[in-house]
């Protein structure tokens, strides 16, 4: 009698224990999480953050922010942005891909910079694209509602997503990065929303030479690059001031373009090499003046793909 009652409770244990992981209960999602793909041969690494209320059944914007070049990888603009904060906040997804690791460092190829990518031609865009692919299969995604935002090289790297992958993203950000994918001649008008500090050294809002070391970039200035944009978006308002304090930022506005599309532009007095409104890195001087990443989600809300 007593192995009969021992046999059975060792049924319901296992009966319990396969129940517990039956693979076809919903399972739940993690709202963090470092992973890898490979690309072009390559591993590509990327971190993702999902909204702390995430819901399978709902689609999410998503936004992908790329680092700058250094030494840092996502943990950089990570915490430069405080985008992760405000998906919470505002509910939409954000993913950080990360550049190739090349002798400690990881850059982006934007087009003319930044090396060691350049040097090694990564297919960063390309790289970027797959994953926007992969993450629509895997996570609940509006699909026509993907922007993207860099900081320095990161920004430079958003210009040449919007040249090369106009159907891909509704709307981009620069943070003190220069277009450098030349010519620029996407086949559909993406809004763009750029920041920069008249003080930058390292891409200087005027153009010329950056005191970066290694970069021998001889930029182009920030106006001589939404000028070329706004050109080719057909826009009949150049450089429109909506704001302008010499004490505090200036708020340019490039408007009446093709398909209603806009370009704006916000340039801190002081500040330099920095997000403006987020986290420094150690002896660097930011702007608190206006916050990029909140007014570059409330740029990116009025966009969305046809």
Not at 22 to 34: G, S
Not at 126 to 141: H, P, Q, R, V, Y
Not at 156 to 183: H, I
Not at 285 to 302: D, G, P, Q, R
Request: proline fraction near 5%; aromatic fraction near 12%; hydrophobic fraction near 35%.
């Amino acid at each position: 009698m007593r192995n009969i009652l021992q046999l059975l409770i060792l049924f319901s244990l296992v009966a319990c224990s396969q129940q517990d992981n039956d693979p076809t209960e919903p399972q739940d999602t993690a709202l963090e999480y470092y992973d890898a793909m490979v690309f072009d041969d390559l591993e590509r690494t990327f971190f993702v953050h999902l909204p702390e209320d995430y819901d399978d059944s709902v689609a999410y914007p998503l936004i992908f922010a790329m680092h700058g070049g250094g030494i840092l990888g996502y943990e950089g603009i990570e915490g430069q942005s405080q985008l992760t904060e405000l998906s919470d906040l505002e509910d939409f997804i954000v993913v950080y891909p990360e550049g190739v690791k090349t002798l400690g460092f990881r850059t982006w190829n934007a087009g003319d910079c930044c090396p060691s990518a350049t040097i090694l031609n990564t297919n960063d865009v390309g790289f970027i694209n797959a994953l926007l692919e992969k993450l629509k299969t895997e996570l609940s995604i509006n699909s026509k509602k993907v922007y993207a935002a860099g900081f320095s090289n990161g920004g430079q790297l958003a210009y040449k997503l919007a040249n090369q992958y106009p159907n891909k993203f509704a709307a981009v950000a620069s943070v003190a990065g220069v277009l450098q994918d030349f010519p620029f001649n996407p086949e559909r008008e993406v809004p763009i929303i750029h920041f920069h500090s008249y003080q930058d050294t390292t891409a200087p809002y005027n153009g010329g030479l950056s005191d970066a070391p290694n970069i021998d970039n001889d930029f182009p200035s920030i106006e001589e690059t939404l000028l070329l944009i706004a050109n080719h978006y057909n826009c009949a308002l150049i450089k429109e001031t909506i704001f302008s304090d010499t004490n505090t930022y200036d708020f340019f506005r490039y408007s009446d373009c093709n398909n209603n599309v806009k370009i704006e532009l916000y340039v801190s007095q002081d500040g330099g090499h920095t997000w403006p409104g987020g986290q420094a890195l150690p002896n660097m001087e930011i702007t608190n003046h206006f916050n990029a990443s909140s007014l570059m989600w409330e740029f990116f809300k009025n966009y969305e793909l046809p």
